[in-house]
């Protein structure tokens, strides 16, 4: 009987879960989970479409947000520049210290130029990229969602319904081959119980031995019921794992090809985002840094000595000759002047300037003191003539600026 009791546990086990176990490289994380090859279980592998199409939504949202903060970081370099100019400006600083404090800002701009074009690409780049992909990629059945989840979920459904009904039919038998155990253990106990008990009838002890021999009985008719089954499943079991296989490894292709697609996504991502092998960058801050090393103290200190030191140039105090005044002519006064006929001198006469004059009019000449220059009309009313500079260029000076020249 012992012999018995260790065949109903033995024959409890799946007659190949040793063999599935070998081809699982790796043990299950939970235990508790049931395996891919029992009935309805692949329904993970079927909404894993699903999940990748949700998951390039995830992508494209999240570097969406991503070029907010690029483009917000650019916004916030340009106002931290702008501000700070604004500062230098109003602060002693000059000189080479200056130029290297304004190159902070300089390449600031450029930062935040760079980062407002790292915005955009995420943008108008990647996330078109993925959205044109996900349509191509993920083509939608009518009324029953993406059609590859469909024609997943129809492949798997098809291959499992012969070997889940093989499968139902050997739990059926598993049970009452366990029941008929149980029987057979039963009776086994009241045939122990009746041989203790001295005052029970011979033929009472005989009915609990002959009941215990149909109780064995139907224990090994239910067994064979069951290894028939067992062999049955176990005989379809290669054809259904193989089917299995060729519709799961066709969605491991599928899949393929999205992890292969977002991952040149990432990296595309990526040489937006790594701005360190940006040769831009690169240079902003190498001429940033040229800029710094070429902050010299002396030539500083040079160029403060002669814009606001001792080196400035000064008006030391001297004899300041005299120069008479100008009077202010009236325009329309000088114009109806012009138009009347004046004595045009032929050839005109030489005169030297007394005086620094700068003409306060377009019609107005400017000489500096000791230049010549010829008078070609005489002195008007107000006290001006008209004359030609060396240049060639005609206007107005006061008559009292000049002397004839010998």
Known sequence: MAASRHDCSAVTAFPDSTYMASQLKEPLEDPKKQSFWMPGNYARTVQRTDRSFQACNDVTACFLERAKVEKQYGQQLSQWSSKWKVVMDSRPVYGSLMRAWQCFFASTERLAALHSSIAQSLVAEEGERVKTWQ???????????????????????????????????????????????????????????????????????????????????????????????????????????????AIFEQSQEEERKRISFLKQVFLSIHRHLDITNNESVKAVYSELHQTLMSIDEQDDLKWWRSNEGPGMPTDWPKIQEWVPPVKKLKRKRRNQKGKESRPVMIGGVKVRALYDYVGEEADELSFRAGETFLKVEEEDDQGWCRGVLSGGKEGFYPANYVEVAE
């Open 135 to 245: 349509k191509e990629t993920f083509p939608k059945k009518l009324c029953c969602g993406f059609k590859e989840s469909y024609d997943n979920k129809t492949s798997f459904s098809r291959a499992q319904k012969p070997w889940t009904k093989k499968l139902n039919k050997l739990e059926k038998v598993r049970l009452a081959f366990h029941k008929a155990c149980q029987k057979e253990q039963a009776a086994l106990e009241k045939e122990k119980q009746a041989n203790d008990n001295p005052a029970l009838s011979e033929e009472k002890k005989l009915k609990m031995a002959e009941a215990k021999q149909r109780a064995a009985e139907e224990r090994e008719r239910a067994r064979e019921r069951y290894e028939k089954a067992l062999e049955e499943v176990t005989s379809y079991t290669p054809r259904y794992m193989e089917e299995m296989e």
